[in-house]
């Protein structure tokens, strides 16, 4: 039995079967390149869903987690750390909001962005007690709680996790009539991926953004962009609603920020909406502790250093452009932003999936999304000379 083969026995004994990954076992990584427990090489082209912007152990943030991790780790927020101020007043300076409040997953910082909406809604727009309503949008995807999928519009995701809680409705995604329908004077949010990457790298007419933000304002609701794959360079710009220049109310915060070692999430916001939380309203064991905190300000550090969405720009639209080029009779259309590539493959061809196992045979790990798309997000240090070495190889498995 080849190692794969035990490993994958094992996990299949004691893992329980909520995910359905290839099989192909990992065990080193270091930039786009993974390697398996037989030797395999393969280019890594999901990222960990965006979570590896910055590559596999990248030398600066694996650095300063073994420095961090040799002082102090954790102190819990019922003290002090001297790192967490630091990072925040990165991430604040980057995302040029006033305050920032520190989480873990990405699920927990979508969370955080509810309950910040409803407080500033009930204590600052004055709406009354448990009225509070948030737009989101079909198919969205913000994550795995029992308040987040209650909002989902994917069947499998509610099913048998209800009931859900109350105060959100679902408009749909890109119609900005829709949204402007959808608004009560109850409505306290608006929450939305600026480009929807589970959803199946859906990007939304041109102008979408912008148009939601004048609405937002004009109705006085707050804006919440869930820029957790999104942003931090992915679609070539720091953050996503950079395109159309919008500054949401609220930015949500994940994946990339932990730099693929360490989870760390946030929201980041002005005092108008932050200063709605006092001590004991809100928080995390783990949120904002020091090995965190010096990850996040690495995984910054990188991002801004080696101008990751300025190269993602160049290179996204090299990458999509040479996908176009491919004449396969598989394909009907190539989308997405930056690095965020979607290539939908017809349903007479069969599954994006199928098309997944054959780029695996050829040394690339990619995932599909919603059975039909293929999606390229490799991490944002991927080079030209990278790029064309998968091309080769998926041109290979598009027009076989
Ligand atoms: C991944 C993701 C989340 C959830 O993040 P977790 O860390 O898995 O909880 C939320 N929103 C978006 C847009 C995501 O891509």
């Known amino acids: 039995m080849s190692k794969t083969q035990e490993i994958l026995r094992q996990t299949e004994s004691y893992s329980a079967s909520n995910y359905h990954p290839l099989d192909v076992v990992l065990s080193k990584g270091e930039g786009v390149w993974v390697w398996d427990v037989d030797g395999n090489k393969y280019m890594d082209m999901l990222a960990a869903y965006s979570a590896l912007n910055q590559g596999h152990r990248h030398p600066k943030i694996l650095a300063a987690m073994i420095e961090q991790a040799e002082r102090i780790t954790l102190t819990s927020r019922a003290f002090h750390n001297d790192r967490m101020g630091e990072f925040l007043e990165k991430l604040c300076k980057l995302a040029g909001k006033d305050k920032a409040l520190p989480m873990n997953t990405g699920a927990e910082a979508v969370e955080t962005a509810i309950k910040a909406a409803r407080k500033w809604g009930y204590k600052i727009k004055g709406v009354a007690e448990d009225k509070a309503e948030i737009i989101t949008c079909r198919g969205n995807f913000h994550g795995r709680t029992t308040t987040i999928v209650g909002f ?55 102008g979408y953004l912008k148009e939601a933000a004048i609405l937002c304002k004009e109705h006085n609701i707050l804006l919440l962009a869930d820029e957790i794959q999104t942003g931090l360079g992915r679609t070539g710009k720091m953050f996503c609603c950079d395109h159309e220049g919008v500054v949401p109310d609220i930015y949500i915060l994940g ?105 695996r045979e050829e040394g690339i790990l990619a995932k599909e999304t919603h059975h039909q798309v293929i999606r390229f997000a490799p991490p944002l240090v991927i080079t030209a000379e990278e790029i064309d070495w998968a091309l080769e190889r998926i041109k290979k498995v598009l027009l076989s």
């Not at 519009?153 to 809680?165: I, K, N, S, V």
């Open 255 to 359: 994946k990339a920020l932990g730099g693929g070692v360490y989870p760390v999430s946030a929201i980041c916001c002005n005092d108008d909406i932050m200063g709605v939380f006092h001590p004991g309203d809100h928080g995390s064991t783990f949120g904002g502790n020091p090995l965190g905190s010096a990850v996040g300000i690495a995984a910054l550090d990188v991002i801004i250093e080696e101008k990751l969405p300025e190269k993602t720009a160049e290179l996204g639209s090299y990458f999509a452009d040479e996908l176009r080029k491919i004449d396969s009779p598989h394909v009907d259309h190539v989308r997405g932003k930056g690095l965020m590539i979607g290539v939908v493959i017809k349903e007479s061809s069969g599954t994006a999936r199928s098309f997944c196992e054959k780029l």
């Open 152 to 206: 989902s519009t994917e069947a499998q995701y509610r099913d048998g996790f209800g009931p859900f809680t109350p105060g959100f409705v679902t408009i749909p995604y890109g119609d900005i009539s829709a949204l402007k329908q959808a608004i009560t004077p109850n409505t306290v949010g608006f929450l939305v991926e600026p480009l929807q990457g589970e959803g199946g790298v859906i990007v939304p007419p041109e």
